[in-house]
């Protein structure tokens, strides 16, 4: 089906976006960091953060070579942080295993820590010129639109055959450009015209050729039965603070919400919460703080923050205590972060 591949070509080269930092370039680790960035995340949101990380990690050499609390801290407030995790062991393979080169075919970057199959479509399509589609939640939308797919996503094995039919819109002797271009496209086409609820099908390049507008049920696609739950969680947060302003954050186990990331130690009830910490000298009378609500994609977070002033404590186990604000450069989850600037000593 040429014919899509060709108007998507034309339009994105027309009325695509261009501006974005990670564009007009060929370097893979400029379009594969833009890339992990942007997995679940809006552009506005990693526009903030592109140009910041790239001007201290240049290279992936220089990610490589840096200590991963460091990237961690870069990362604070873009969520979903086993994504920074990956990106950092990614960039050691590659200077280790490939000589500090990305591979230049889709199939060997998926060996990569953090790099799916979609990511490394749009790696491999962007810098390489490989003729491979990507597949994220946006082009599933477009794609599934375009062709009345009427498989249930929720199956890998409809995922797996709305991939192949998306492989069979791309022209086996495409060109360099036109592959940037397309997939591009494709990213933009999910982004401002061909949208979850509001789809804006009167400007969609792809209108004459796509099966959904053609029925008058574009939002009936894609189909997907399984949808996600969300739950409610309150957590305790031991707050312990020495006569000196200092609070006591520790790293998050390797597992879960804010895995390595410092936060205060979180306590499974309010009756643990109710209990002084062990070990301290000079305990006052507990602070019990406003709740503060925070939204994941999958949960409802309610943190509950229990301030402990004590003259002295030792606590157990790693950790280090925070006084300053310039002690947030250290990788902490953005609401704790946000809590915390109010309440520290901001002279440093």
């Given at each position: 089906?040429?014919?899509f591949?060709?108007a998507?070509v034309r ?7 261009h501006g ?6 060929r370097?893979p680790?400029l379009v594969?960091?833009?890339e992990?960035?942007?997995?679940q ?7 903030a953060y592109f140009?910041r990380?790239?001007?201290r990690?240049p ?5 490589a ?9 870069l990362w ?6 086993s ?6 062991r ?13 591979p230049?075919?889709a ?10 199959p979609s990511?490394?479509a749009?790696?491999?399509a962007?810098c390489?010129?490989?003729?491979v589609s990507?597949l994220?939640?946006?082009?599933q ?8 797919f009427?498989?249930?996503l929720?199956q ?5 055959a709305?991939w192949?039919?998306?492989?069979g819109?791309?022209?086996?002797h ?13 990213m933009d086409?999910g982004?401002?015209v061909?949208k979850?609820s509001?789809p804006?099908?009167e400007i969609?390049?792809?209108?004459a ?17 399984r949808r ?6 309150q957590w305790?947060?031991?707050?312990v ?8 954050l520790?790293?998050?186990?390797d597992?879960?919400?804010w ?5 205060f130690p979180v ?6 919460a109710a ?5 301290a000298e000079g ?5 019990w703080?406003?709740p503060?609500?925070h939204?994941?994609?999958h949960?409802?977070?309610i943190?509950?923050?229990?301030e402990?002033?004590?003259l002295q ?13 310039d002690?947030?450069a250290?990788g902490?989850?953005?609401?704790l972060?946000v809590?915390l ?5 901001s002279?440093?």
């Open positions: 089906m040429s014919l591949f060709d998507l339009w994105q080269r027309q009325h695509g976006r974005l930092p990670w564009q007009g370039t370097d680790y594969w960091l833009s992990i960035m942007l997995q995340t809006q552009v506005s949101t990693v526009l140009d990380f790239v001007a990690f290279d992936v050499q220089a990610l070579a840096a200590d991963v609390e460091e990237v961690l801290a604070s407030g873009l969520g979903y942080y994504r920074a995790r990956h990106l950092h990614c960039a050691r393979q590659v200077v280790e295993r490939h000589e500090g080169r990305f230049s075919r199939e060997v970057l998926q060996t990569l820590p953090g790099i799916g990511t490394a749009a790696i491999a962007f390489f010129g490989e003729r990507i994220d939640g946006n082009v939308r477009v794609l599934t639109r375009l062709q009345a009427e498989g249930d929720a890998v094995g409809q995922v797996r709305l192949q039919l998306a492989q819109l791309v022209p086996p495409a060109a360099h450009d036109d592959m940037a271009a397309y997939t591009q496209g494709l086409l982004a401002m061909c979850r509001r804006a099908c969609c390049p792809a209108q050729l796509c099966e959904a507008r053609a029925r008058q049920q574009p939002t009936t696609f894609p189909v997907k039965t996600l739950r969300r739950r409610t969680e305790w947060l031991q707050v603070r020495r006569a000196d302003g200092a609070v006591w520790e790293p998050r186990p597992r879960g919400i895995s390595g990331l410092y936060a306590l499974a009830s309010a009756e643990a209990q002084p910490p062990q070990g305990i006052g009378e507990p602070i703080h406003e503060v609500h939204s994941l994609t949960r409802e977070l943190l509950q923050p229990v402990w002033p004590v404590h030792q606590p157990s186990g790693l950790g280090r205590w925070v006084r300053h604000v002690d947030l250290l902490l989850p953005a609401p972060r809590w600037r109010g309440r520290l000593d002279e440093g």
